[in-house]
């Protein structure tokens, strides 16, 4: 096995996974806002959803979409107006929490909440950074192994023992800010800010 070119593809998913990204920064946002127990459905989202995405780049998804580019523009603009419908929630609870004066007007029936798996595994297939990081690490470290399924197992282990953790350090980030940030005031503006990634993810995405 290629030494070198491991450790290569271990820094890779280590630079790719702690920078900051639409992922590492919703979930840090969702901590701050909702605790770190209720963000774990979330990274275990992330983490399942790239990690497919990841398999199907290694079996051909970027030729795919090259053949057939209106798949990836419907998945852009069915995923963008599920995004908005997302910023919606956040924005309306900001403003709910700010009309009340309190926390309290989150036990409404429409206030925001955290991502569930399903939801943030979805959204990978939309997310511009998920997108680059498994699309790149298919084709630069293909000599990894001779057969795609030799790859994967590669390419999977790499991200779950060197990425998945770095998500998790955005999170307890979060979760060390929830005192400050999860009442009254700081809870409206960080609805307001997460609503406000969710708007400036869509535009990456419709741009990309």
Known sequence: MDMPLIASLVTFVVIMSVTPGPNNIMMMSSSALFGVRAT??????????????????????GELIGRFPVMLDVVRIGGSLWLVWMAWKFAHAGWAIGKAGSRAATAREDRSRPFRSWEAALFQAINPKAILMAVSTAGAYVALADTPIERVGIFVTAFILFGAPCGLLWIFVGGGLKRLLAEGASARWLNYAIAGI????????LSA
Do not use: C, E
């Open 40 to 61: 774990l459905p979330h990274w275990l989202g992330v983490n399942f959803g790239f990690n497919l995405l990841l398999i199907a780049s290694v079996f051909g998804l």
């Open 198 to 205: 969710l708007m400036f993810t869509i535009w990456l995405i």
